[in-house]
């Protein structure tokens, strides 16, 4: 009974931005009976017709959406996160999400726009699918409001009351993530130069636990195809690493990233198994 009443709590749910993200979530919200706003005048052709198909309510502008909506998530390009905010912080009635992919410093500054102060630092871990199973990071003082979507199918944590820890907590475990990835490369290619791969991925099973071989292959192949992608998220990973620390590692991983795009150039997408990328590699030497 009481999960019944809380689900209609929320009521309107308005998107700043309508590409792959707020289309994601609106059309889960709609299909459990919400109502999703947003404004798509002077959109590009894709986004007005996400909209349009989705059957999503049109306003005037993102200041009507941001009157309207009990919940309003800018899902724009990361770019122009802070501009938005700007635009709408007066208009705000219920709860600002920024869910960009924007540093801490970033988040903090568009959300600082938002004058009557219920606002969300939101970071989507991974790449937004139709089941929306992704875990959504969320801090700031309304977070927990924000977190009520989850009775909607959403995967939402709250970590903290602190606006910029949600986007701080997704850039450490991108340098994280990105620094493992770096260093299998750089080993296994030398393993692989030496024909020492196969003895090496199973000596370190035995440390690293069962499944390790297909983890570490996956990254490997993984990275070959995103390098370029990988390589400007460091970018933003090392400046934010400065904020706090002289950064060694996560140059080391640029490095690593930027040897991978020039040896591959746009062949990464092609190799079926790292054996064929680290020949392509040697024989480009
Ligand atoms: N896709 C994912 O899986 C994923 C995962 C993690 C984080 N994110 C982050 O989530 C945000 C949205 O991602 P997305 O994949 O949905 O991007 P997207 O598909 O490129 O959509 C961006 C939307 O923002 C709109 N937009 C751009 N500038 C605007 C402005 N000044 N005012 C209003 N709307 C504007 C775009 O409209 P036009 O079409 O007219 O340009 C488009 O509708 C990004 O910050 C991204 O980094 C995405």
Redesign the pocket.
Known sequence: MEGSSRRFDIIKVGF????????TMASKLLAMGIEVLT??K???E??RT?AHDLGVSECDD?REVSRKSDIVIS????G??V??AKKVGDHVKGVYVD????APSTVKEALSHISNGRVVDA??M???TKDLR?KILASGDSAHEFARLSDYGFNIEVRSGRVGDASALKMLRSSYTKGVSALLWETLLAAYNMGLDEDLLEILEETEGEGFRERAISRVMSLAFHSKRRYEEMKDVKSFLSENITPIMSKCTSKIFKEIIMRLDDLGRSFEDYSMIFDHIKRSL
């Open positions: 700043i931005g309508f590409g792959e993200v707020a289309s404004a798509t002077g959109r590009s894709r986004t996400l993102i899902a724009v390009t990361p122009v996160a501009k938005v869910i960009n992919n924007v970071a989507i991974g790449r937004i992704v």
